[in-house]
C-alpha cells in the first residue's frame, strides 16, 4: 500500500473508531490512563498498519486489550518494587541538624588547611575526579599528586580531630 494510500486509510480509521477505543479502554482503567492507552493502542496499529484487516474496529480493540494488559503488568511489577523497597531496613540518616553540624565542621577544617591541600582534596571529593585526572588538573604528576592527597588527607583528619577535641569527654589512663 503506497504511504500517502496508508495514512488516509489509517486517518480514516483513527476518526472513525478513537471514540469506541476510547469507550473501550475507559470502562476498564482510570481516565488519565485511558489517554496513554488510546495513543499506544494507534501507535502500535500504525505501525502494524499494514495488517490491517478490512474492518478495523476489533483488530484495534484487541490491540488495546494487549497494551492494557501490559500496562497493568508494569504497574503490578512497580507496585511489588515499591512494596520491597518499604519492606528493606533503611539506612541511619543523620538529623539535619547532625549532618549541618559535621558539614560545618569539615567547612571549619578544610579553611585551616593550606590552599594546596584543599584544591588537592576538594578535586577528588568534590569534583569526583580520579588521582590521574586531579594530578591533570593540579598540574603535576600522579605520583607527586598521590603524596599531596596522603599528606592532605592527613592534615583533615588532624585538624577535624582537633575540633571534635573539645567535645570529647577526657579520658583516664587506668594504672595498674
Not at 500500500?1 to 475507559?26: C, E, G, I, K, N
Not at 501490559?70 to 539506612?91: G, I
Amino acid at each position: 500500500m503506497p504511504a500517502d494510500d496508508a495514512a488516509t486509510s489509517f486517518d480514516a480509521a483513527f476518526r472513525a473508531h478513537v471514540r469506541a477505543v476510547r469507550a473501550y479502554t475507559l470502562r476498564r482503567t482510570t481516565p488519565e490512563d485511558a489517554a496513554d492507552i488510546v495513543a499506544e493502542t494507534f501507535a502500535v496499529a500504525w505501525r502494524r498498519w499494514d495488517d490491517a484487516p478490512a474492518d478495523p474496529l476489533p483488530w484495534l480493540l484487541g490491540i488495546a486489550r494487549r497494551v492494557l494488559a501490559n500496562a497493568r503488568r508494569t504497574s503490578s511489577r512497580a507496585s511489588r518494587a515499591a512494596a520491597r523497597v518499604a519492606a528493606e531496613p533503611r539506612e541511619w540518616a543523620p538529623e539535619p541538624g547532625e549532618a549541618i553540624a559535621e558539614a560545618e565542621a569539615v567547612r571549619a577544617a578544610l579553611s585551616r588547611l593550606s590552599p594546596v591541600d584543599r584544591e588537592t582534596l576538594m578535586l577528588v571529593a568534590w569534583e569526583e575526579l580520579d588521582p590521574a585526572a586531579a594530578a591533570r588538573a593540579a598540574g603535576c604528576s600522579r605520583p607527586t599528586f598521590a603524596v599531596r592527597l596522603h599528606r592532605a588527607r592527613r592534615r583533615l583528619a588532624g585538624e577535624l580531630a582537633a575540633l571534635d577535641a573539645p567535645h570529647r569527654p577526657p579520658t583516664t589512663e587506668v594504672v595498674t
